[in-house]
C-alpha cells in the first residue's frame, strides 16, 4: 500500500517537474509519436531504456522481454516488429542484450523455474549450437558470451522477417544492430553486426512477396 503510495507521488512531482522545465512538454509528446529507433531489450529492471541512451520520452519505440528474444511465432514481438517499420518507419532496430543476464545464465543450467523455461529453450538451442566454442570457457565468460550470441542470433531473426525484407525492398532505410550493456559501468558493447539489407539475409530465410492473385504452390 505504502509502496504504491509512493509510486503515485513520485508521479506528481515528476510530472510538476517536467512541466516547470518546459511549459509545452506534454503537448508537444501527445501531439506526434515518431521515433527513429525501436529498442528490444531485456525485461531486467537494471537496464533502463531511456536513460541508458541518453533520450527523452517519444524518441524511443520500446519492445521488452525475458533475455531479448525476437522469436518468429511471437506475435507480440512481430505486431511490434512490423508496426515499427511499416507505420512508424523507424530507421534503425537495436537487439540491445547485458552481460550477467540471469536469462541466458539460466539457459545454460537444469533448474526448473515455470513457463519461462520454455522461454528460455531458445537460448538453450543457440547454446547447444555454439557448445565447441561455449565449453572452453570459465562460467562467467559462458554466460557473457552466449548473451553476446544471443543477441546475434536475434538480429538475425529480425533479418528474417517479412517487415524486414520488405523494407528492403521497398529501399526503406532500416538497419539492424546488436548491442549488449554492462551492468558494471553501464558502457554499452556494439557487437558489429549491424544488417541493413537483405544480403545479411542468409538464401533460406529470403522471402519473396506473391504476386497478386497468384496463390503459392504448397499444402501444409
Ligand atoms: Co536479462
Not at 15 to 31: C, G, I, R
Not at 167 to 172: G, S, V
Amino acid at each position: 500500500m505504502s509502496t504504491l503510495k509512493q509510486l503515485l507521488d513520485n508521479n506528481k512531482r515528476w510530472s510538476a517537474k517536467a512541466k516547470e522545465q518546459d511549459p509545452q512538454f506534454f503537448e508537444k509528446l501527445e501531439a506526434i509519436q515518431r521515433p527513429e529507433y525501436l529498442w528490444i531489450g531485456c525485461s531486467d529492471s537494471r537496464v533502463p531504456t531511456n536513460q541508458i541512451v541518453d533520450l527523452a520520452p517519444g524518441e524511443l519505440f520500446v519492445h521488452r522481454n525475458i533475455a531479448n528474444q525476437v522469436v518468429h511465432t511471437d506475435f507480440n514481438c512481430l505486431a511490434v516488429v512490423q508496426y515499427a517499420i511499416e507505420v512508424l518507419r523507424v530507421k534503425h532496430i537495436i537487439v540491445c542484450g547485458h552481460y550477467g543476464c540471469g536469462g541466458v545464465a539460466a539457459s545454460l543450467g537444469h533448474d526448473e523455474y515455470g513457463v519461462v523455461d520454455n522461454w528460455l529453450r531458445h537460448i538453450k538451442d543457440i547454446s547447444f549450437a555454439n557448445q565447441l566454442e561455449l565449453n572452453g570457457l570459465c562460467e562467467q565468460d559462458k554466460i557473457n558470451r552466449l548473451c553476446e550470441l544471443n543477441v546475434i542470433a536475434q538480429v538475425q531473426n529480425l533479418t528474417r522477417t517479412k517487415a524486414a525484407q520488405y523494407a528492403w525492398d521497398r529501399a526503406q532505410t532500416l538497419s539492424i544492430h546488436g548491442w549488449v550493456y554492462s551492468l558494471h559501468d553501464g558502457v554499452i558493447n556494439d557487437l558489429q553486426v549491424t544488417a541493413s539489407s537483405r544480403e545479411a539475409v542468409d538464401d533460406i530465410y529470403q522471402l519473396h512477396q506473391t504476386q497478386r492473385g497468384k496463390r503459392p504452390n504448397a499444402n501444409f
